[in-house]
Structures are given as structure tokens and as C-alpha cells.
């Protein structure tokens, strides 16, 4: 008997803040499909990294890199624990180019 697990039926769950980064040039997970997953997300935070493929973080230089820290740094903000004290993660898409 095979048991079949639907993920995109399950993310409005996820509690934590949660990032998804896509490479516009991603044609395995385009940013169409990305924009999905963080729009069943709460809260999640799309960040669209231009002129960068299936790894944004890995591959795209201070780019991907520049995303994941800003991430970080929003999360430990509206946690406290950050130079802005409270502020939010907030939602929605961003575009980063060189």
C-alpha cells in the first residue's frame, strides 16, 4: 500500500518564518511555481533573484547571500533580538539585481 503525502496541502501549518528564494532563470522550480509555495505560506517572504538559476544562494555572488541575511536579520528583529527591535517579516515579493 503506497501512501501518497501532499505538502502543498499542509504549508498554511508551517508556523516559522520561512524564506523561499527563486532564481528567475530556475527551469526545474520556475519563480511562477516558487510564488505559489509562498503564497500558501503565512507569512512567507519571496525573494526573485535576477540572472541566477536553481541555487540563488549558492550561485549567484552576494546576491542570494544579501537575501539570506536580510532574512535572518528581519526574523531576529521582530524577535527581539535584532538592532530594530520589533518589526515584521512581512510577506510578499522582492527582486534583487546586480
Known amino acids: 500500500m503506497a501512501l501518497e503525502y501532499a505538502v502543498m496541502d499542509r504549508l498554511g501549518e508551517i508556523k516559522v518564518p520561512k524564506s523561499v528564494m527563486a ?41 542570494g547571500h544579501e537575501a539570506v ?5 528581519a526574523v531576529a528583529d521582530v524577535r527581539g533580538g535584532g538592532p530594530g527591535g ?9 527582486a534583487r539585481e546586480t
Open 23 to 63: 532564481g528567475r532563470d530556475n527551469l526545474i522550480f520556475p519563480p511562477e511555481h516558487q510564488g505559489q509555495l509562498a503564497a500558501a505560506i503565512p507569512g512567507a517572504r519571496l525573494e526573485i533573484i535576477e540572472r541566477a538559476g536553481r541555487k540563488p544562494a549558492g550561485r549567484a555572488d552576494r546576491r
Open 69 to 73: 541575511t536580510d532574512f535572518l536579520r
Open 86 to 94: 520589533a518589526g515584521a517579516t512581512g510577506g510578499g515579493e522582492r
